[in-house]
């Protein structure tokens, strides 16, 4: 099997048919609010540019094509129709502000912008829709640290190198603003060599274009890549492919000479000019080494791990470029085209760059296990599917919580995942479990329940002794068999460990998550006994290629943050217990179920005395009373709150720092609840009853 075969194996988008040449007739192009409706799609990919601009929608043509929400493209000049490469994918000429309505009137809710043109402020007026800017390639340009990055919801770019630069340019980034997602097109179309290549036959050069403004000109093409091509063409060793940029020449008709007088030395065995609207991925496969200057092909051609030659057409001293480049440290420099035979020389005699390019890679495309295409697919996904029921403890109202067979029900009934609580065995396995010690409400032990007295620690036991232990049928005497009447039992459900519920989730789901709690010990004021737990729960999950399928809560904030610290990617959702809870001298409604009166009383002390620990060192009280500050401080990525505690106001105030809100509950709350949560924004709900809604 192919790698192209095995990624694109990865997500099988449920929406694929045969490919089709964009219309001709541009009639066929302007919809109707029917025909968008019919076809389905939430997600839009945003075009528009001078002649030439269809590159940048056709490199992400093949990602979306993949994904499993559905997709368009809408265009905002007719000509860009004849440069689309053939799609799957529904095309939309959208010329007016009144046919851009048509979006959020078909239902449309994520827009994906692949550069910055002017009219994208058109779309942007929007308010109710998401804007994610995506890019058309990762490069060092100047271009890339663009204000006009402000107006997005969300910068979906490739690796830390980009945020680097971002931050770098003292952009005013937003709390949860930028999002890594790899270059999902490398991922589909590039071949990795798995060893330095000394036979370099075949040399792609590929410049980049002059620029709308001098600043950003950092083309070869002119004198010095005249020169650079004459050598090569000349000393007969090497197949040149010739690949300019599709833009060359539009801004500075100097340029266009340079570049026909460039283009002459084609069209014979050794020089081979390639069709500047071709997709380069291929070529890049074809290639042994690619010439280049600053530009996207240049990250690209990283994953390759083939060596790469940056042209010095701006004369630069190789530590000046490398500090203001940073891309180009994976490169060899060339400083005088017609010395390009003397650096290829040394490139095949020994290649000393490989390191460095493996790492500038990772850098600048990022590193993902569960690779590009799947978290780009994940973050689209989420944007437009914002009410997502997850399956508290599996789903405790309809299996026994905590267990596969809850696991495979939640699934079954189609929750987007499952909250659950895990915990460590003596012998360090982290298995599934809502309490600490053993519950004789819902555990037997050879055929009998055990008793208070035989509630024994779960640390107390290894992952042997704890399999004598039966967790899939509850007392029918007790409260919760009441609590949970169409509680399904299961014979012989065993606790499992949490590589066993992975296991289980992969062969069911390649979307199901969890959303894992790490318990918090109230009195556990100044020892961090979490830590053990949270480096063996993110061992197991890392190891099984599921911390991007994972999301990790906790009343323990500082649980949370340790966890990040160890792995910057994963998603935190921060919990809040009911505030009726520390408000002294109140009793708390029935409804909010508080803890017996010692308890509740303890709390309450530690809060008034500041040593709510459960804060992490961010208590909202030093930032003003205002908990979305505290959360973006903290760098949360979601709020988990008891429902009667979320209001608009915190919703819009979350939104705005870019934090996402989840509700959890004492019980599965009315109709009228799920409906208030649905409308002031609330993304996910955790349910003892998960079932399919509207």
């Known amino acids: 099997m192919s790698f192209f075969s095995s990624v694109a194996d990865l997500i099988k988008s449920p929406f694929s048919k045969p490919k089709v040449e964009p219309p001709t007739d ?78 959020e009137q078909a239902g449309f809710r994520t827009i994906l912008y692949p550069a910055n043109p002017q009219r994208n402020v058109q779309a942007l007026r929007f308010y109710r829709l998401n804007h994610f800017f995506i890019n058309h390639g990762e490069s060092d340009k100047a271009v890339n640290q663009s204000k006009l990055l402000m107006a997005y919801d969300r910068l979906l770019v490739a690796g830390p190198l980009a945020e680097r630069r971002l931050r770098a340019a003292k952009l005013p980034l937003r709390h949860n603003h930028i999002e890594f997602v790899g270059r999902p097109q490398v991922e589909l179309k590039l071949e990795r060599i798995a060893a330095p290549q000394k036979d370099l036959k075949v040399i792609l050069y590929a410049p980049t274009w002059e620029g709308f403004v001098e600043d950003v000109n950092y083309s070869s093409i002119g004198n010095f890549g005249l020169v650079l091509l004459r050598t090569l063409l000349h000393s007969k060793r090497y197949k040149v492919l010739f690949k300019p940029h599709p833009y060359t020449g539009t801004a500075q008709k100097v340029y266009k000479r340079h570049l026909e007088a460039m283009n002459a030395l084609a069209g014979n065995e050794f020089v081979e000019l390639v069709d500047a609207r071709d997709d380069i991925h291929g070529h890049m496969n074809r290639s042994d080494l690619m010439i280049t200057d600053i530009s996207s092909v240049l990250n690209d051609y990283l994953y390759t791990r083939k060596p790469m030659i940056l042209t010095n057409s701006m004369g630069l001293n190789h530590a000046a470029l490398d500090a203001q480049y940073p891309s180009s440290a994976a490169t060899y420099k060339l400083d005088q085209p017609g010395k390009v035979l003397e650096v290829l020389r040394k490139i095949a005699e020994a290649d000393p760059l490989w390191d460095a390019r493996e790492a500038v890679c990772r850098d600048s495309l990022g590193s993902f296990p569960e690779g590009s295409l799947a978290r780009f697919d994940r973050v689209i996904r989420e944007s437009v599917s914002p009410w997502r029921q997850i399956a508290h403890r599996g789903g405790a109202g309809w299996r026994p919580q905590n267990t596969l067979s809850a696991l495979e029900h939640a699934i079954e009934v189609g929750a987007a995942g499952a909250e659950i609580d895990v915990h460590l065995t003596r012998d360090g396995e982290v298995v599934l479990h809502h309490n600490p010690q053993l519950n004789h409400v819902y555990t037997k032990k050879d055929g009998r329940w055990i008793t208070r007295e035989e509630q024994v620690a779960i640390s107390s036991l290894t992952y042997e002794e704890l399999r004598a232990y039966d967790v899939g049928t509850t007392n029918p005497a007790s409260d919760y068999a009441k609590r949970y009447p169409r509680l399904q039992s ?94 002294d001298g109140t009793t708390p409604p029935p409804e909010d179920r508080a803890p ?99």
């Open 596 to 694: 017996r009166p010692e308890a509740l009383e303890a709390l309450r002390a530690l809060y008034r005395s500041n040593k709510a620990h459960w804060f992490g060192g961010f208590d909202p009280r030093k930032f003003g009373g205002s908990l979305p500050t505290a959360l973006a401080t903290a760098g949360a990525d979601g709020w988990f709150g008891y429902h009667r505690d979320i209001t608009p106001e915190l919703v819009a105030e979350m939104k705005a720092r870019n934090i996402s809100v989840a509700a959890w509950f004492m019980e599965d709350p009315q109709p009228e609840e799920l409906e208030r949560l649905r409308g002031i924004g609330v993304e996910s709900i955790c349910l003892d009853h998960p079932e399919a809604r509207s």
């Open 26 to 103: 541009d009639r066929k192009l302007v919809p109707t609010l029917e025909q968008m409706q019919a076809d389905g799609a939430k997600v839009a990919l945003y075009v528009s540019g001078p002649e030439g601009v269809g590159y940048q929608a056709n490199m992400w043509i093949p990602v979306l094509e993949r994904l499993s929400v559905k997709c368009a493209i809408v265009i905002r000049e007719r000509y860009i129709a004849r440069e689309l490469f053939p799609t799957t994918l529904p095309i939309y000429y959208l010329n007016n502000l009144r046919d851009l309505e048509l979006l």
């Open 490 to 583: 299961v014979e012989n459900e065993k606790i499992p460990r949490l590589r066993d519920a992975i296991k289980l989730i992969k062969s069911k789901s390649e979307e199901f998550e969890l959303v894992v709690e790490f318990k918090a010990n109230v009195s556990d004021v100044t020892s961090h006994s979490w830590e053990t737990l949270v480096d063996a729960t993110l061992k197991v999950l890392d190891e099984a290629n599921f911390l991007s399928r994972s999301v990790f809560c906790s009343f323990d904030w500082g649980a949370l943050i340790y966890a990040k610290r160890r792995f910057p990617h994963i998603r935190t959702w921060f919990t809040t217990r009911p505030s009726t809870w520390l408000v």
